[in-house]
């Protein structure tokens, strides 16, 4: 079997899953990258990456003063191929792009992409020879691609590639209260409030509850809940390990009623630690959690994706986290507490849907081994 040398390319806007990909390559392939570059990064989780990513540079406000899609140009040294998450280049090599939802080709600038000149850039080098694979990393990211540039050359190219995701242990709470897990540096956006209000109501139903939230809390939520015994507060730079080993491991549910994502990779990971989940119908979560079976699904009232998985401009070009602050979603509260409330009642349902999330990613669609066998034929179809 042939090495195959390829260059990762990361960079101040990557997340902690690039960095996890690099670490687990597929058999045969060799990541070269930058890691050296951003060993800081390495340490911390999503809220210090997305932080970098969310201050603009003076590149990226150019990128967006001149509608230009995300475009690079990478020094990669000897290698065979380059994977870029989410990037353009004008490399004459073979690469592949990886693309979470079609947005990312912009740096999620919803203006840029719609306009006449970044459109045309993007089919360009799309369709260039030396762009051998467009990786979306879920079906929805597939389908906004599609529905973006239908009926384009370039989208004989697409093969859906899911994330890495640790395979771990199956979740065993020991304790006599049933733990409800919600994971995510950005409160309201994510749902904070609204978990909150249903735990209020589902506290006063079932006297044997907890809820752990690792996240950043507003100060009404730590002034109001703070004086639970049965509520905390966590920071979201917890290492992964820890993360796994303390939290997933350690829970009954997963719970993420989310207004805003791409993919999800904290669903996937507690699909790895067999637990069973209650989320919005956001973008791809559908294809981790199959209503009623390993989870239940709840209607999101905020549209952030379209009905055909194209980027929803009345949505990417506001401060979503602010408004979902100030917004009232009832009918979110009472879904939440509706299906908590079964799976607190039913230990047994609770281990079926653990048991099925913890299949998914141990042996089957989102497993490691599934992913790497895939990802190497995929470098090998691209030389």
């Known amino acids: 079997m042939k090495n195959i040398q390829v260059y990762f390319n990361l960079g101040r806007s990557s997340r902690a899953r690039h ?21 800081d990064l390495v340490e ?25 899609p995300n475009i690079r140009n990478v020094k990669c040294g000897e290698c065979d191929l380059i994977h870029a998450p989410g990037q353009l280049l004008f490399n004459k090599k073979p690469w592949v792009t990886e693309i979470d939802n079609v947005a990312v080709l912009t740096l999620y600038n919803v203006i ?8 045309h850039i993007i089919r360009k080098y799309l369709n260039s020879n030396y762009c051998k694979k467009i990786l979306p990393l879920s079906e929805a990211s597939k389908k906004s691609i599609e529905n973006t540039f239908p009926k384009q050359k370039f989208l004989e190219k697409i093969e859906v590639a ?13 304790t006599d209260r049933i733990r409800i897990l919600f994971i995510s540096s950005r ?14 109501v589902l506290n006063e ?34 290492l992964k390990e820890e993360l796994y080993e303390k939290y997933f491991q350690t829970s009954d549910v997963f719970v993420i009623p989310s207004y805003r994502d791409s993919f999800g990779l904290v669903v996937l990971e507690a699909l790895a630690a067999g637990l069973p989940i209650v ?39 506001v401060d979503l986290e602010g408004k979902c602050a100030d917004w009232q979603f009832p009918k979110v509260v009472g879904d939440l507490i509706e299906k908590l409330s079964i799976l607190i ?39």
């Open 162 to 174: 899911y994330p890495y995701v640790k395979t771990q242990p199956k979740a065993e709470n020991t």
């Open 112 to 119: 840029v992409l719609k306009s006449t000149i970044a459109s």
């Open 19 to 39: 960095f996890e990909t690099i670490q687990n390559p597929p058999e045969g392939v060799t990541y070269t990258n930058d890691l050296e570059a951003f060993k």
């Open 205 to 238: 139903r079932f006297d044997n509850l907890e809820l752990v939230m690792i996240t950043i809390p507003p100060q009404w939520a730590v002034d109001e809940f703070g004086k639970y015994d049965n509520v905390s507060f966590l920071p979201p730079n917890i």
């Open 187 to 200: 409160f309201n956006v994510k749902g904070g409030k609204e978990v909150l209000k249903a735990f209020k």
């Open 345 to 383: 009642s039913d230990k047994k349902l609770r281990n079926q849907m653990g048991e099925y999330s913890h299949s998914l990613v141990s042996t089957g669609k989102f497993s490691d081994k599934v992913r790497k066998k895939k990802l190497r034929k995929i470098y090998e179809e691209c030389l």
């Open 279 to 317: 989320a919005t119908d956001m973008f791809a979560f559908s294809e981790m959690i199959e209503d009623g079976r390993n989870g239940f699904i709840i209607e999101s009232p905020v549209k952030y994706f379209k009905d055909d998985y194209t980027p929803n401009e009345k949505y990417f070009s």
């Open 44 to 68: 911390n989780q999503d809220v210090i990456l997305n932080q970098k990513h969310n201050a603009l540079s003076i590149g990226k406000k150019l990128m967006f003063t001149l509608n230009i």
